[in-house]
């Protein structure tokens, strides 16, 4: 079941369950105030009967005169003639008794109704619903009333409810009509709002139906609102846009890592084709093998670095963070770099504290450091000088490494930390040739990522022809546990 027919019978179901408790509440209610109006018709019209009787002492035998049929025929009670000016509205009924229920006047209403002979006995106003003899259904109200020293006597008046019945009725023929064509607009109403509402929700799903993985290009620039659905299509748009760039940047990755593999193996090739070519002299094997073994030495780094960034991109790089002295590490790194500065007669100065705590993972900042002294200390012209200063400033740790080397040319800045990206390929392949690096331009995005990965970063400042200065910044309370 789609969610456009869920949504209109969910909608129809409870407008219908609020309809039936509406409809059956305007039924009691009316009923229930006719009946009151009734009641108090009823109550009105008793006192109006009790008010208008009139009592006078009647001394003598008024029974003989009764069966003699002469003289005074005035109904009593007690040693009271009644009397009673009453003239009842149109469809009121009623009739006057005394306690035991002998009538007194009664203008026969009543005769042959089915009235319970208890209501006047009992002694107490009370109302209840009875029958003429002619079928009419009467609400009936009994109120006794006393005339001092002469007796207790009963009124009974009714009122035929048939008016209220026939509302009812119509009430409830009204409503058995009226409901389901409620309704039935109502879901009629609700279905258009739903297929409005999700219209645009089957664009995006016929439009996204059509993006493969080979045309992230396209867009589903719908035009729509800025809702709900407009802001989905919208973070679609934007994810597809984030989804292409990472599906660039992984065959960019692709194409230039094979690109700078297929260097150092078609040197490889090269040198033992040379070699194989006519027979050599052992010097001249010893030669050959010694430059395969420097390509190799390439190739392995490469090939390292390159699966190091690909954990980098599966985030597989399982953080060891330990307490640790920064200064010490640093004192560590440069020490074992020494060799390669003596071997260029560069000095190498490391300016830090005694000590200087902070969580990190060491093995990884290590290698994020000897990446920058590496490159200050590759760049950099014999008898120049590469400074590594540590410090903290602002609660972090800052570390920069110096040199006056060649500088960096300021349209090169910005695109330093890419992969692959180099200022000039020749001198980098030439000089990491010597050092047995890659030189493939991977090893500042390696540095970029490790101080990332520990909630830090690298700037980075360079004059042409004065020098450069990449500084690392770290946080001392060491990276949020990731
Ligand atoms: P590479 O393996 O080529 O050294 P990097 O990512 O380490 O790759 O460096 C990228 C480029 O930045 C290098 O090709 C180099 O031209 C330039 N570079 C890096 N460090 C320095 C530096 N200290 N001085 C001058 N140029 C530098």
């Known amino acids: ?154 009124v009974q008046v009714a009122e035929s409810y048939h008016h209220i019945q026939e509302v009812q009725r119509q009430l409830l023929l009204l409503l058995a009509l009226g409901l389901p064509f409620i309704l039935l607009a109502a879901g009629l109403g609700g279905w258009f709002l739903a297929s409005n509402a999700l219209n645009p929700i089957d664009r995006i799903t016929r ?91 390439r190739l392995t780094a490469l090939v390292e670095e390159l699966f190091l960034l690909a954990r980098a991109d599966n985030q597989q790089f399982p953080l060891q963070v330990k307490q640790l002295d920064l200064a010490g590490l640093l004192r560590q790194d440069v020490n074992n770099l020494l060799p390669q500065a003596l071997e260029k007669k560069i000095t190498l100065i490391l300016n830090a504290p005694n000590e200087l705590p902070i969580k990190a993972d060491s093995a990884k900042l290590s290698r994020l450091f000897i990446n920058l002294v590496d490159n200050a200390l590759k760049y950099s012209n014999p008898g120049a000088a590469v400074t590594v200063t540590a410090g903290i400033v602002n609660d972090q740790a800052q570390v920069a490494v110096i040199d006056t080397g060649p500088g960096i040319g300021p349209e090169h800045l910005a695109h330093l930390f890419e992969r692959f990206y180099r200022v000039d390929k020749a001198r980098s392949h030439q000089i990491a040739d010597a050092d047995g690096s890659s030189g493939a331009g991977l090893g500042l995005s390696i540095a970029a990522w490790l101080a990332k990965i520990h909630n830090g970063r690298i700037e980075v400042e360079s004059q042409v022809g004065q020098g450069t200065t990449f500084t690392v910044w770290l946080p001392l309370s060491g990276p949020d546990q990731l």
């Not at 209403?109 to 089915?114: K, N």
């Not at 940047?249 to 490889?268: C, N, V, Y």
């Not at 070699?275 to 395969?292: F, Q, V």
């Open 207 to 297: 439009e996204a139906r059509q993006i493969s993985a080979d045309d992230l290009h396209r867009r589903l620039n719908l035009k729509l609102p800025n809702d709900e659905v407009g802001r989905l299509a919208a973070t679609f748009d934007q994810m597809l846009a984030r989804l292409e760039d990472a599906f660039q940047r992984q065959k960019r990755f692709i194409a230039d890592a094979s690109h700078e593999m297929r260097t150092p193996l078609t040197i490889l090739k090269g040198d033992v084709e040379v070699a194989l070519n006519r027979p050599r002299s052992a010097d001249e094997y010893r030669e050959t093998l010694e430059m395969i073994n420097e390509t190799t030495d």
């Open 1 to 154: 079941m789609n969610i456009r027919l869920r949504l209109t019978l969910w909608y129809t179901a409870i407008l219908c369950l609020i309809l039936a408790i509406f409809s059956t509440a305007v039924y009691i209610g009316l009923t229930r105030n006719l009946f009151v109006i009734l009641d108090t018709h009823l109550q009105r019209e008793v006192s109006e009967i009790i008010g208008n009787l009139k009592f006078e002492h009647v001394a003598g035998e008024y029974e003989e005169d009764d069966e003699k049929g002469g003289g005074n025929n005035k109904p009593r009670l007690g040693q009271a003639g009644i009397e009673l000016s009453y003239t009842p509205e149109e469809g009121v009924f009623w009739r006057l008794m005394d306690e035991t229920g002998r009538p007194l006047i009664d203008p026969g209403y009543f005769d042959g109704a089915s009235i319970d002979p208890a209501a006047v006995t009992a002694g107490q106003t009370r109302f209840e619903y009875a029958t003429l003899a002619n079928d009419t259904p009467i609400k009936l109200y009994t109120a006794p009333f006393v005339i001092e020293q002469q007796g207790k006597g009963v």
